[in-house]
T-cell receptor
Framework: QKEVEQNSGPLSVPEGAIASLNCTYSDRGSQSFFWYRQYSGKSPELIMFIYSNGDKEDGRFTAQLNKASQYVSLLIRDSQPSDSATYLC?????????FGTGTSLTVIP | EAQVTQNPRYLITVTGKKLTVTCSQNMNHEYMSWYRQDPGLGLRQIYY???????DKGDVPEGYKVSRKEKRNFPLILESPSPNQTSLYFCASSLWAGGDYNEQFFGPGTRLTVL
């Protein structure tokens, strides 16, 4: 059983703060790691992907990967109320994708 | 517009009545997949397809069938639906499954209720 674990939250941060979302995975053979955002009642949309150890930055978002610790994180800088959503961590292992249960983020104006 | 479409968007049916949920993509993607999303369980992969006539089981394939006769279409078939298949279903596609980067594009979802 390949598992992806996330804190379900809810996580609340004030507007302008940094939101930190975490994810661990169980299969050391996992190759690629993705963060999706899902607004209530909508389908998931990709925010970031990462497959090498270290940090990857894209605008206000930074993904961090530590394969030795089997840990992926997403930092959202200067959080905005529009960032309020559920964030899904996904892992690609072989030809399959495994998703965490998601972390609910609320950004308080 | 590049997109993944699903039909129907909402469906209420009764136990045992066969149904098909259609999925179509216009991006010439090789990889297509079906997921179900349940509270507390997240998105779970039901079936996936690497290309035409190539399908494989995901984590929760029991009670479902798929086919991939054309590259653009990947229908999900429930031959005898049961109440435990009540869920929100998403179809997704990506260019291919090889390599490290595989952005999946998701359809709008199908909310299925089995009474």
């Amino acid at each position: 059983q390949k598992e992806v674990e996330q804190n379900s939250g809810p996580l609340s941060v004030p507007e302008g703060a940094i939101a930190s979302l975490n994810c661990t995975y169980s299969d050391r053979g996992s190759q690629s790691f993705f963060w999706y955002r899902q607004y209530s009642g909508k389908s998931p949309e990709l925010i970031m992907f990462i497959y090498s150890n270290g940090d990857k930055e894209d605008g206000r978002f930074t993904a961090q990967l530590n394969k030795a610790s089997q840990y992926v994180s997403l930092l959202i800088r200067d959080s905005q109320p529009s960032d309020s959503a559920t964030y899904l961590c996904a892992v690609k292992t072989g030809n399959q994708f495994y998703f965490g249960t998601g972390t609910s983020l609320t950004v308080i104006p | 517009e590049a997109q993944v479409t699903q039909n129907p968007r909402y469906l209420i049916t009764v136990t045992g009545k066969k149904l098909t949920v259609t999925c179509s993509q216009n991006m010439n993607h090789e990889y297509m997949s079906w997921y179900r999303q349940d509270p507390g369980l997240g998105l779970r992969q039901i079936y996936y397809s690497m290309n035409v006539e190539v399908t494989d089981k995901g984590d929760v394939p029991e009670g479902y069938k798929v086919s991939r006769k054309e590259k653009r279409n990947f229908p999900l078939i429930l031959e005898s639906p049961s109440p435990n298949q009540t869920s929100l279903y998403f179809c997704a596609s990506s260019l291919w499954a090889g390599g490290d980067y595989n952005e999946q594009f998701f359809g709008p979802g199908t909310r299925l209720t089995v009474l």
